[in-house]
């Protein structure tokens, strides 16, 4: 089984940044869709970011210009740059992923059901 475990998250002021990390145990399949995903308190769960396996990436368009994806697929991890974090920011924030059998970053923030391997969450709190 695939095992995700974040890292990264805290306190930050606007205006600031932090960079999120997933690490993640070997890979059965060649090519995965990697996301991140937040979920405000009372807030539905919505995607933020993802990226293929060639590299392309898909945002949302509430962290577009500020958030960016990258992985390392040598450590096996990947990661969620955040810059000008805003306290709308504030959530629990997931790293997730899956097999483009069942998902894909077209179209990903329709299919959080489509994910099956999900880290446990690190929280991010931006204040004012």
């Known amino acids: 089984q695939v095992e995700l475990v974040e890292s990264g998250g805290g306190s930050v002021q606007s205006g600031g940044s932090l960079t999120l990390s997933c690490a993640a145990s070997?890979?059965?399949?060649?090519?995965?869709?990697l996301a991140w995903f937040r979920q405000g308190q009372g807030r539905e769960r919505k995607g933020v970011a993802c990226?293929?396996?060639?590299?392309?990436?898909n945002y949302s368009d509430s962290v577009k210009g500020r958030f960016s994806i990258s992985q390392d697929s040598a450590k096996k991890t990947f990661y969620l740059q955040m810059n000008n974090l805003k306290p709308d920011d504030t959530a629990m924030y997931y790293c997730?992923?899956?097999?483009?059998?069942?998902?894909?970053?077209?179209?990903?923030?329709?299919?959080?059901?489509?994910?099956?391997?999900w880290g446990q969450g690190t929280q991010v709190t931006v204040s004012s």
């Open positions: 997730a992923a899956e097999t483009p059998t069942y998902a894909y970053c077209p179209g990903f923030e329709e299919n959080i059901e489509g994910f099956c391997y």
């Open positions: 990226i293929d396996s060639d590299g392309t990436t």
């Open positions: 070997d890979y059965t399949e060649t090519n995965y869709a």
